[in-house]
Structure formats: C-alpha cells, structure tokens
C-alpha cells in the first residue's frame, strides 16, 4: 500500500477533534513511515473508544421484548433534557461520554424537569471520573484511554456514583490515562440498567430485541445508549439529512465500534436521532445524526441498553400489588428441596401456605417451575405448570388439606428457549399464581429460587444440575450483579402466561 492511500484512509478519521492530537507529519514512503501509519490507524480505530469483544451480555440482564400492547408515539424528543454536545478529544473514552455525560446527566435532567442546563457543569457527570472509576473499581479500560465496554460502566455508577464536570473536568480535551485517582459521588448514583437489544454479532449465540417498535418503546420513557458499528459515511456526516446506507467495513475491512446516545425518534423520518461526542461544530448535524430505522436495525446497532436513576425501575409488579393491599389475601409458597431421584430425573417438595385472614381457591393459583441462565430470564424452560384443585381455609396448608406432600417431578432440559444449550450458569425459579387471580396484598413471598451453596448459580453440564441444592425465597438481586427480583420474575410470568 501506498503511504499517501494510507494516509488518505488515515484522514478520514479526523472527524470532531477525535484524531486532532495525532500527528501526520510524515512524507515519505519509508518503512518506517508506514509502520508509523499503520500504527496511528490503529490508534484511531481504538479512539472510537468501544471495545465490543470486552463486553458480555451473559452478564446483563435484558429488558422484556416490546409485545406490540399499547401505542407508541409517532415522535419522540429527549434532546431538551441532554447536556451540549461534547467532545472526547483524542481519546477512546466514547462509552464513559456516553453512559456518563450523555445519559446519567440527561436522566437526572428528566428527573428534575430541568431543560435549562446543557451548559451547567454543576450538573454534567463527568465522563474522565467515570473512566478512572472503571479503571479502579473495574479493572475495565484498556492503557492509554483505548476503550471500554458498557456493562463496567453502569455498575460503577451503581456502586460509586460519578463526580460532576465542575470538580473533575475535561480540560482543553486532555486527560490523564494511568494512576488518577477517581473522586466519585455516592449523591450522583445510578439505580439499575437493562440490555434493550443485541445482535448475534454482539451474543455470539443469537439475536434479541433488535426491531425498531422495540427501542421505540423504551424511548417512550427515556433515552438509551447504542454500541453501533462505522463506516465511511458516518464518519463524514456534515448534515441534517437520514443516513440509510453505510458500508461498516469501509476501514481496511475493519469495523470503527463506537457508544452514542440516542435522544429519540421520529417517524416522519423513520429515523433514530442520536448525540455524539465529536463536537458539536466539527462532525454532522450540530454533533447529532438522523440513523435511518432500516439501518439502525440492519447493519448499524449491534447493542442497545436503558437505564433509570430509579432501582426499583424495572421491577414492574411491585405497584400493582400494593393496589390490591387489603383483600385479606395472603399465600406463601414453601418451596421445601430440589433432589435427584434414582430414575434420572428431579422433584421439587413444596406446599402453599394460606397466611390470609380469607379462605382462598388454588384452583386458578397455578405454580409455575422454571428453569432460567443466569442473568436472562427469557432464556429459560417452563418445567412445570400445575394447579391444586382445593380450598385453602385461613392458616392452613395445602399439604394438610390435601392429606399428601405436594411435589413436581421433572428432568432438566437440553434446550431452554431460543434454542439455547441449558449447560452452563443457570437458577431454578417457582413462582405462586403470577398472574395473581387470587388478588393477593404481598407477592413478596410467593416466589422462591433454587440455587447453589451461598445463593449462587447451579451449574448444569449434559442437562445435570451438578452438586447440591439450596432454596433462596428471598431475593439474589443486588446492585452490583444487576440480578432480577423475585416480584419482577412474577411480573414476566404475569406477562407471558396472560
């Protein structure tokens, strides 16, 4: 290769002050000139600043899929709430720009119904803070501010809370890469995230959520950040016209993985409308971009998360149940064990308590028995779904009504949903009538999970859940882990069952 195509491909990378720092000061064809070059070129394809082989989505929760119920806007419009544009400089710090500055300002905008702030430092989260957060707490940023993923980012703001710009600038576009010590903001915390959608490209297994009524749902209620792929004509976008078309291996066959914002949607359009962090006068349309719907979904996005400054934001059952407070209606599920049985298969021992002051009918209270991954509930098997055909008087139990033990005999599955190996990192989960026809005034003892020692996950190997068991009725979620609520699990059973 020539070093003046080199350079040409070079400088089309040089786009909102990204690549300004980095010196093309070389004219001839030397070896060593072209060593140099391929060198920046890399330098570049990291200064976007996504590190998509760091990123695990086995780890992430997913929201549920958008099922076509209610009516989605035809426009949505979050871009009052955002702070300005900014600009990353030289550094790969896009997903610190964009979980950080771009959404958890935005977030705590929409909370505060404040649209007067887009230069308040005061009230801007810094992005350099997160990146040295990720870099101390999650050991999760590659040397020389060459990238990140999205899952470190949300927890750290979980965990530690991010510092404002004010105290921990970004000054005249440097930062310090190595040995910084974060500030943090315990007052400035984020409360939980979801992983909207992805791609095989991103799973490695398969696809999930990737349609545009999806995202266009969790834009209803906030914006959300993207992992996209670049190529040529994003690069060099300079207008406020719809990107339908681009080629994401337009760099030497190597992708340019980037974290943005995305503010909205408009259908008129049919098109996603997302911030940047180039600047708002170098790159595009004053630092933003129109993505075509077709694009976004096809051959654009390969990741797309929501978040909420709230930790209950995802638990969408708990409301509902404290609407039916007062029905005199209160079941318990007792889940007893989990063994193996000598024929190859498994039982579950469990019995429904009526601590209610009202006799109660089980026989539209199903318990359903799941078998779910760590982490993504959807990709699970239903192991059962039965039902007692008896009344259950005040302060009694199923077993003494029935006069028997009341057990569930299953085998674990090879395949969970989506065609999915059950081998791996998996919980069992029972839930007591998730779609609630009881009316009962407190779901919060109506689940129960089946785990390993100390809560942790069960380890299945050829459909075999291996070691022992140990029921866990109360909840594995914590901060840190992103882990579901048992009430939460209800509320998707509810979901699907109905």
Same mark, same amino acid.
């Given at each position: 290769?020539?070093?003046?195509?080199?350079?040409?491909?070079?400088?089309?990378?040089?786009?909102?002050?990204?690549?300004?720092?980095?010196?093309?000061?070389?004219?001839?064809?030397?070896?060593?000139?072209?060593?140099?070059?391929?060198?920046?070129?890399?330098?570049?394809?990291?200064?976007?600043?996504?590190?998509?082989?760091?990123?695990?989505?086995?780890?992430?929760?997913?929201?549920?899929?958008?099922?076509?119920?209610?009516?989605?806007?035809?426009?949505?419009?979050?871009?009052?709430?955002?702070?300005?544009?900014?600009?990353?400089?030289?550094?790969?710090?896009?997903?610190?720009?964009?979980?950080?500055?771009?959404?958890?300002?935005?977030?705590?905008?929409?909370?505060?119904?404040?649209?007067?702030?887009?230069?308040?430092?005061?009230?801007?989260?810094?992005?350099?803070?997160?990146?040295?957060?990720?870099?101390?707490?999650?050991?999760?940023?590659?040397?020389?501010?060459?990238?990140?993923?999205?899952?470190?980012?949300?927890?750290?703001?979980?965990?530690?809370?991010?510092?404002?710009?004010?105290?921990?600038?970004?000054t005249n576009q440097k930062m310090v890469c190595d040995g910084a010590s974060p500030v943090g903001n315990t007052s400035n915390k984020l409360g939980a995230f979801?992983?909207?959608?992805?791609?095989?490209?991103?799973?490695?297994?398969?696809?999930?959520?990737?349609?545009?009524?999806?995202?266009?749902?969790?834009?209803?209620?906030?914006?959300?950040?993207?992992?996209?792929?670049?190529?040529?004509?994003?690069?060099?976008?300079?207008?406020?016209?719809?990107?339908?078309?681009?080629?994401?291996?337009?760099?030497?066959?190597?992708?340019?993985?980037?974290?943005?914002?995305?503010?909205?949607?408009?259908?008129?359009?049919?098109?996603?409308?997302?911030?940047?962090?180039?600047?708002?006068?170098?790159?595009?349309?004053?630092?933003?971009?129109?993505?075509?719907?077709?694009?976004?979904?096809?051959?654009?996005?390969?990741?797309?998360?929501?978040?909420?400054?709230?930790?209950?934001?995802?638990?969408?059952?708990?409301?509902?149940?404290?609407?039916?407070?007062?029905?005199?209606?209160?079941?318990?599920? +007792?889940?007893?064990? =989990?063994?193996?049985?000598? !024929?190859?298969?498994?039982? #579950? &021992?469990?019995?429904?308590?009526?601590?209610? /002051?009202?006799?109660?009918?089980?026989?539209?209270?199903?318990?359903?028995?799941?078998?779910?991954?760590?982490?993504?509930?959807?990709?699970?098997?239903?192991?059962?779904?039965?039902?007692?055909?008896?009344?259950?008087?005040?302060?009694?139990?199923?077993?003494?009504?029935?006069?028997?033990?009341?057990?569930?005999?299953?085998?674990?599955?090879?395949?969970?949903?989506?065609?999915?190996?059950?081998?791996?990192?998996?919980?069992?989960?029972?839930?007591?009538?998730?779609? +609630?026809?009881?009316? =009962?005034?407190?779901?919060? !003892?109506?689940?129960?999970? #089946? &785990?390993?020692?100390?809560?942790?996950?069960? /380890?299945?190997?050829?459909?075999?859940?291996?070691?022992?068991?140990?029921?866990?009725?109360?909840?594995?979620?914590?901060?840190?882990?992103?882990?579901?609520?048992?009430?939460?699990?209800?509320?998707?059973?509810?979901?699907?069952?109905?």
């Amino acid at each position: 290769m020539k070093f003046e195509d080199l350079r040409s491909k070079v400088s089309k990378f040089f786009v909102g002050g990204a690549i300004a720092a980095m010196p093309l000061t070389m004219s001839s064809c030397s070896e060593e000139a072209l060593d140099t070059a391929l060198a920046i070129l890399d330098e570049l394809l990291n200064s976007m600043g996504y590190l998509m082989n760091e990123e695990n989505v086995e780890d992430e929760n997913s929201d549920e899929v958008y099922d076509g119920d209610g009516t989605l806007d035809s426009k949505v419009d979050w871009t009052a709430y955002t702070p300005a544009v900014g600009n990353q400089g030289a550094y790969g710090t896009c997903v610190a720009w964009a979980t950080g500055y771009g959404l958890k300002t935005t977030l705590n905008n929409i909370d505060a119904k404040r649209t007067n702030a887009k230069a308040t430092t005061s009230l801007q989260t810094s992005p350099i803070d997160l990146w040295h957060l990720m870099a101390k707490e999650a050991n999760a940023v590659s040397s020389k501010c060459g990238g990140s993923s999205f899952d470190p980012a949300f927890k750290v703001m979980i965990n530690k809370g991010v510092a404002t710009m004010s105290s921990v600038p970004f000054t005249n576009q440097k930062m310090v890469c190595d040995g910084a010590s974060p500030v943090g903001n315990t007052s400035n915390k984020l409360g939980a995230f979801r992983l909207v959608a992805y791609t095989r490209e991103l799973s490695g297994t398969s696809a999930y959520g990737m349609t545009v009524d999806n995202i266009k749902s969790k834009l209803q209620k906030g914006p959300l950040v993207v992992g996209a792929k670049l190529g040529e004509q994003f690069m060099k976008w300079n207008n406020s016209q719809v990107i339908t078309v681009d080629d994401p291996d337009s760099y030497n066959g190597g992708h340019a993985y980037h974290a943005m914002l995305i503010v909205g949607y408009d259908d008129s359009r049919r098109a996603f409308r997302i911030q940047n962090s180039w600047g708002a006068s170098e790159w595009g349309d004053n630092g933003f971009i129109w993505v075509g719907y077709n694009h976004f979904i096809s051959n654009f996005a390969f990741g797309v998360w929501s978040a909420s400054n709230d930790a209950n934001a995802y638990n969408n059952v708990a409301s509902t149940a404290s609407t039916r407070a007062g029905s005199g209606v209160d079941l318990k599920l +007792n889940v007893i064990s =989990d063994e193996a049985t000598e !024929n190859g298969m498994r039982k #579950v &021992t469990y019995d429904i308590v009526n601590n209610g /002051n009202v006799d109660v009918d089980l026989s539209d209270c199903n318990v359903v028995y799941t078998l779910f991954k760590k982490k993504h509930f959807h990709e699970k098997a239903i192991l059962a779904n039965v039902n007692e055909k008896v009344v259950l008087p005040a302060g009694a139990t199923a077993s003494s009504v029935l006069g028997n033990t009341l057990t569930i005999e299953y085998k674990v599955p090879e395949k969970l949903a989506y065609d999915m190996d059950s081998d791996g990192d998996c919980y069992l989960f029972m839930a007591l009538d998730p779609k +609630n026809n009881a009316e =009962d005034s407190d779901l919060s !003892n109506n689940f129960a999970f #089946v &785990t390993s020692a100390d809560a942790k996950p069960l /380890n299945v190997i050829a459909n075999e859940i291996t070691g022992k068991t140990n029921v866990y009725s109360a909840d594995l979620r914590n901060k840190f882990t992103n882990d579901y609520t048992g009430v939460e699990l209800i509320g998707r059973l509810a979901k699907e069952m109905k």
